[in-house]
Structure formats: C-alpha cells, structure tokens
C-alpha cells in the first residue's frame, strides 16, 4: 500500500502581535492511498489549520509532510499551487461555485488553469456531471440548483482533474439530511473506485460513513486511522 498523506511531528504555530497560538503540536498522520478518512475535533482544535496544511494552502511551522511521495513542508508559494491543482480536489462547505457560471462552465475552470484544451474540457466536465447524476443539469447556474445539486457539481469539479486526493472541509455543513445522504453516498461510490478522501467534519454520524476516523483536541491526534500505516 501506497501512503497518500504521511506527516510526521507536524507543527502550527500563529504568532499574532505578541500572543503565539500553537494551532498543531506534533500531528503524525498517515493516509494509505484508497482510504476514506474523517477527521472530528470540535471548535478551535485545529481541523481547518490540519485542512490547510493537507490542502497545501498553507505549510507547517515544523515537521514534514509527504503527499503521494512528494515533500511538501517546505514549497514556495508557486509550487504549492501547482501540486494543489494537480494532486488535490477540495469540496468545501460553502460550495464556492462561480454563479455567473453554469455548472459545466464551473467543472471546466479547473482544466482552464492546467492547460487543456477546450473540446477536451467540455468532454471532461461532462463525464465529470454525469458521474454525479447531473447530466440534465449542466447548462444551469449555481443560482438554478439545489444545494445538494450545488455540493454535487462542486463534487464533479473536484474530481474533474483527476486528482489522487479529494479533500473535503464539512462538505454537509450547509446541507439538509437529503442532500447530506446524497453526498456521502457519492463519496462511498467514489471510494469503492479507488479514490482516497479525506474529510473534515464535527458531526459525529457524517464522519461514521468514512472508513476510518481520527480525532483531533487542542491540536493533537488522538487516534490513527484503523487500516493506515503498520496497521495494515
Ligand atoms: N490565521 C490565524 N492566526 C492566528 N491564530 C489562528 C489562525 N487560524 C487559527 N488560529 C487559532 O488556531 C486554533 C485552531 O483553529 P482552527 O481554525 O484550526 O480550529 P477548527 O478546529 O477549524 O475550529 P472550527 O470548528 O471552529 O472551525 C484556534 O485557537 C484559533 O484561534
Ligand atoms: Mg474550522
């Protein structure tokens, strides 16, 4: 087994004024590729900073971090972006779908910033849509679609780029249980494909649907994940 995330001794530290927040103290973390993974911790432990450094949006303070074989701990800025755009698709809680766009228009952009070329973009978004049962709607806005219909095109755009990790940050926070159902049963679906998923939730029955769960306190690991690692 390949190991998608492996992070060892990772810190956070922000320093504002003269007031240092230590956010991670020493996160080992390991993802087999093929997981599913949920990471739970209530308010302030640390979920989203763990989410940035996984996401590389942001690099940690110290330690070191591989995603799919590749240190990440010490990218600039430029570097992070490409390996972002070609390693990872992130399905946030807010959707962030552009709403001038229609949904193919949205599940493209990711292949606009890589480089590919238009017929071959609008060939893959659609797929992309139909995987996610939208085939009916690609020609709609945001503005047109449910939220469930929304979080599913934002699944599609994440996926669209064929990207070894999917991260999700409370993906069901703003949906009701229908759509949440909807969503979780797509995640299962593109688990069972080989698709490794990670997602960050504080709600105790959406995390249970993911294959493994680790929990975070004050910004420290309380558990590995059942199947990762030398467990396996
Ligand atoms: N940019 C920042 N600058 C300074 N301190 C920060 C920053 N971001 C987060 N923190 C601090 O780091 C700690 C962890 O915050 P984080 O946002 O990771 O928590 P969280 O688990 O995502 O919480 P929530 O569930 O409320 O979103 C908190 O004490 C927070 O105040
Ligand atoms: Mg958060």
Redesign the pocket.
Known sequence: MSLMLNMTGVR?T???GA?K????RGIDLKVNAGDYVSIM????????????IIGCLDVPTAGRYELDGTDVSSMSEKQLAEVRNRKIGFVFQSFNLLASLTALRNVELPLVYAGVSAAERRERALAALAKVGLADRVQHRPGELSGGQQQRVSVARALVTNPALILAD?PTGNLDSHSTAEILDLFAELNTAGRTIVM?T?EADVASHAKDAVH?YD?LLLEQPVGAGAAK
């Open positions: 956070k922000y320093a504002t007031v927040v230590e956010a991670l911790g209530p308010s302030g432990s640390g979920k989203s900073t763990l989410m940035h409370e960050i504080h975070i910004g």
